[in-house]
């Protein structure tokens, strides 16, 4: 199948990669040329869990227009506060109606967000779904390879009732990934949202006074950090049992993904550190890291959100926003909020209406 993958980072290099090795002619578009050029010499180079070598995508390039023309699908693998202006691109570049496009991943909110985008540009939104979470724990150490430390065993995939190809096509490109129900379920299993805030707001002075020099899962998962890692978990939790869902503790969530043991106790949140992939993750260099950017606005944000039209008081949630707002205090942080998501005024029943019946 022709795929095009959009993004050449982290998440993205890795898709090309495993689409390619799967027997894809895999397109990868980045906005920026540089980004790109170092694969355009030899190729990505990888390693880790999808095995080691180099390989030559069918096609490199950052004009957007020219990478869809004759691909069949996309899979969007970036940082999810780009997924607004990637869908209003997408949508100005005729993308159409029936092409599908893979989130990967969504995060929370990331299908409600990409639609009300879309739709700003075009009446016509092809068939989207979205991933919980990135498919891959995985860093580029240089511009031209990829080291993919760790690949999602059981993966959550979702999609709105218009989406369903491209839950199915997710389902089919991406071993492990399964119908996860509905996209609320998937939103509320953003682990992201979850394992970051606490430590990167309660260790944000130790991350400004080292620039992240201590391991983020090791050092800095204090017995503070795992009360308050808990007590969030708990609130996302109660929110999808208010939606109708029952879903596993956060490092239940990861014993799936397979980014801690399987035998790791579910409600143990120090087991994050004896995930493989994790233990060596360095803190965030400073407080414009993803961790504070994204999975604040873009994970803690919408999910009080959904909090809100669900019934359910989210404290903790509120508190780590509000704190880091006040940290940062650098002018505008892009935030996927009620209006970016379309859920201005949205009662329950009319959330539980958008996403269509849960199919588990
Ligand atoms: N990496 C991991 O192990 C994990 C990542 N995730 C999540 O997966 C997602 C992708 O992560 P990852 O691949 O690591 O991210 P990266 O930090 O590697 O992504 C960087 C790339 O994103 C591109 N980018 C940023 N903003 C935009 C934009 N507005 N439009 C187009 N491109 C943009 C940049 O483009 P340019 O080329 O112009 O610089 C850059 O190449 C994130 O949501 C992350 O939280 C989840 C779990 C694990
Ligand atoms: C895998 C995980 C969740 C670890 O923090 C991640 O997002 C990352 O690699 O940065």
Known sequence: MRI???????GGAAAAVELSLAGHEVRLYARSASTLEPFSRDGIGFAGVLGEGRLRPYGLGSDLAAAIADV???????????HGAVARALAEAEWGATRPIILNPGHTGGVF???TAYRTVSDE???????STLAYVARKPQPDTVNVTGRAKALRAASLPSGRAALELACALFPGAYDSGDVIATGLSNVNMIVHPPGAMLG???TEATGGDFTFYVQ??????????????AERIAVA???GHTLPTVIGEMRALGTVPADADPNDYGAIASGAANRSIKAPDSLDHRYYVEDFGHG???FTVIARIAGVATPVADALIALCAIARSRGEVPTRGAAEMGLVGCSRDALLDRVGPAKT
């Not at 069949?72 to 780009?82: D, G, I, S």
């Not at 800095?220 to 978990?233: E, Q, S, W």
Request: charged share 10%; net charge negative.
């Open 4 to 10: 095009l993958v959009i993004g050449a980072g982290n």
């Open 72 to 82: 069949e699908a996309a899979v969007v693998a970036l940082p999810v506060y780009a």
């Open 113 to 115: 967000e990409f639609e």
């Open 125 to 131: 939104f092809p068939p989207v779904a979205e991933f």
């Open 204 to 206: 944000a002075s130790w």
């Open 220 to 233: 800095g998962m204090t017995p503070g950090v795992m009360h308050v890692m808990r007590a969030l978990d």
């Open 241 to 243: 049992t208010a939606l």
């Open 300 to 302: 803690l944000v919408p």
